[in-house]
Nanobody
Framework: QVQLVESGGGLVQHGDSLTLSCAAH????????MGWFRQALGKEREFVAA????????SVAESVKGRFTISRDNAKNTVYLQMNNLKPEDTAAYYC??????????????????WGQGTQVTVSS
């Protein structure tokens, strides 16, 4: 059974940093591209960042470019999202996802096969 377990969310202040982790269980982690998406209350889920199976390439949404960094450790079956200079508009539930896809189409949520349950990030002003 495949499980993606996010952690690291919380309540922070504007300008703070936070690192999210997503641990994968039950899948060949190194074969999958990994993505992060977020969904704010009352809004649609949106793409945040993705990283290729070997970490050699990535894709980052314009809204977070320069502030968020995605990385992975295949030895630990874990993908990370380092978030710096957080803003109130970053408040959302953050989800990790796994799929076999290229970075060219990483923003397409429908292309991912597995999803985590999400972790809440709240940024106060």
């Amino acid at each position: 059974q495949v499980q993606l377990v996010e952690s690291g969310g919380g309540l922070v202040q504007h300008g703070d940093s936070l690192t999210l982790s997503c641990a994968a269980h039950g899948l060949s982690f190194g074969a999958y591209a990994m993505g992060w998406f977020r969904q704010a209350l009352g809004k649609e889920r949106e793409f945040v960042a993705a990283i290729s199976w070997n970490g050699g390439s990535n894709s980052v949404a314009e809204s977070v470019k320069g502030r968020f960094t995605i990385s992975r450790d295949n030895a630990k079956n874990t993908v990370y999202l380092q978030m710096n200079n957080l803003k109130p508009e970053d408040t959302a539930a953050y989800y990790c996802a796994a799929g076999i896809l290229s970075m060219a189409v990483a923003g397409g949520s429908e292309l991912y096969d597995y999803w985590g349950q999400g972790t809440q990030v709240t940024v106060s002003s």
